[in-house]
């Protein structure tokens, strides 16, 4: 993994000129309409995100080399705590992309504290004779897994060409007319495809960064373990900032999937990648017994930590119902469909190739 001391690239923080474009990309999102000059943080600030700067600099360094990659691609951090993280773009720059984090994206710490407190997450990580030194650096590198699987998240957006199938000033021109005329569930199925893109993009470059992290595995022994760890800090990641409630019936009304559902679809990344890489040691069913468990291990605790993160009552049913392999389905062909709009968009590297249709 990189230092984040390179000399082929530059960032830092924004120049003024780059605030108002930031500014004005996000004032196009009502949600985000209020942020001003003072929401920054700049180098006076700098403790407040603490070893964020580093991390998140190396992550964009180890993302543009990996795949060659040449635009421009910026960060900042805003003091808000209304969301984790967002990639942009302003049409007017075309070259050049941003990635603004926000404070949100520290919330999961508190989970993965809360998480390490319990035998039962102790025992899931074979954690039961670790020292409070041990756990304070697994705390750290938990926290490390998912800031680094959040950048490359947006990276994926990025390098993947989405932002410009979006809306025009936050993300792009092309096909605006095409998704304005879509129905609003029919626009979010697309989201839904960008999403699980951008997700399956990043938990693929963190399991091979820890995979190869020797630091990473002497601290948590096995890539088996390892894996555990990162499915823990992405499953808190995405919970922190979930929706509070929500059935599955209402799955096509919001243009992100509910992190359950989300992690299900990483889970079967994780599953290809390791039936595609035997030498991890990992074998692709046991990806499937440690990516549930991690996710009730997040399940059990957020639900004593704060009542509003209910568990849809509906999700395992419907995870296991002709429903849900109809819209992993249209969800498979939804990026068939625009997979090659964004062909000519992609920045390095290759585009998932479309997903056979589940039986």
């Keep these: 993994m990189s230092n984040g001391n390179d000399d082929d690239w530059t960032l830092g923080n924004l120049t003024l000129d780059e605030k108002v474009i930031v500014q004005n990309i996000l004032s196009s999102r009502r949600i985000y309409e209020s942020i001003?000059?003072?929401?920054?943080?700049?180098?006076?600030?700098?403790?407040?995100?603490?070893?964020?700067?580093?991390?998140?600099?190396?992550?964009?360094?180890?993302?543009?080399?990996?795949?060659?990659?040449?635009?421009?691609?910026?960060?900042?951090?805003?003091?808000?705590?209304?969301?984790?993280?967002?990639?942009?773009?302003?049409?007017?720059?075309?070259?050049?992309?941003?990635?603004?984090?926000?404070?949100?994206?520290?919330?999961?710490?508190?989970?993965?504290?809360?998480?390490?407190?319990?035998?039962?997450?102790?025992?899931?990580?074979?954690?039961?004779?670790?020292?409070?030194?041990?756990?304070?650096?697994?705390?750290?590198?938990?926290?490390?897994?998912?800031?680094?699987?959040?950048?490359?998240?947006?990276?994926?957006?990025?390098?993947?060409?989405?932002?410009?199938?979006?809306?025009?000033?936050?993300?792009?021109?092309?096909?605006?007319?095409?998704?304005?005329?879509?129905?609003?569930?029919?626009?979010?199925?697309?989201?839904?495809?960008?999403?699980?893109?951008?997700?399956?993009?990043a938990l693929v470059q963190t399991m091979v960064d820890f995979f190869q992290s020797d630091r990473a595995l002497h601290l948590l022994e096995t890539r088996q373990n390892i894996l555990r760890a990162l499915l823990i800090a992405v499953c808190s990641t995405m919970r922190a900032l979930d929706l509070p409630t929500w059935s599955t019936s209402q799955l096509l009304n919001c243009n992100h999937q509910p992190a359950v559902i989300r992690a299900v679809q990483m889970g079967a990344t994780a599953y290809s990648l390791c039936e595609k890489n035997p030498s991890y040691g990992i074998l692709p069913a046991e990806t499937i017994s440690i990516g549930m468990a991690c996710i009730d291990c997040v399940e059990r605790e957020l639900r004593k930590v704060k009542q509003d993160y209910t568990f849809p009552p509906d999700a395992v049913e419907f995870l296991g119902s002709e429903r849900y392999k109809e819209y992993m389905n249209a969800l498979n062909d939804r990026w068939a469909t625009i997979r090659s709009e964004l062909q000519p968009y992609l920045l390095g590297g290759q585009l998932a190739p479309p997903t056979p249709p589940l039986p």
């Excluded at 407040?48 to 190396?58: A, F, K, Q, T």
């Design 36 to 201: 001003t000059e003072a929401d920054f943080i700049d180098e006076d600030n700098r403790t407040i995100v603490g070893s964020y700067n580093e991390l998140i600099r190396g992550t964009i360094a180890d993302c543009k080399r990996r795949f060659g990659i040449t635009a421009e691609i910026k960060y900042c951090f805003l003091s808000s705590m209304r969301a984790n993280a967002i990639a942009a773009r302003d049409p007017s720059y075309p070259n050049m992309y941003f990635i603004v984090v926000f404070l949100g994206a520290t919330i999961a710490n508190g989970i993965f504290k809360a998480l390490l407190n319990k035998r039962r997450t102790r025992r899931l990580l074979n954690l039961s004779k670790i020292t409070d030194a041990g756990l304070a650096e697994i705390s750290s590198t938990l926290t490390t897994m998912g800031l680094r699987w959040l950048i490359y998240h947006e990276l994926g957006h990025i390098k993947n060409g989405h932002l410009h199938l979006n809306s025009e000033r936050a993300y792009g021109a092309v096909a605006i007319e095409q998704m304005q005329q879509e129905g609003k569930q029919d626009k979010n199925l697309t989201m839904h495809a960008l999403e699980m893109d951008a997700d399956c993009f």
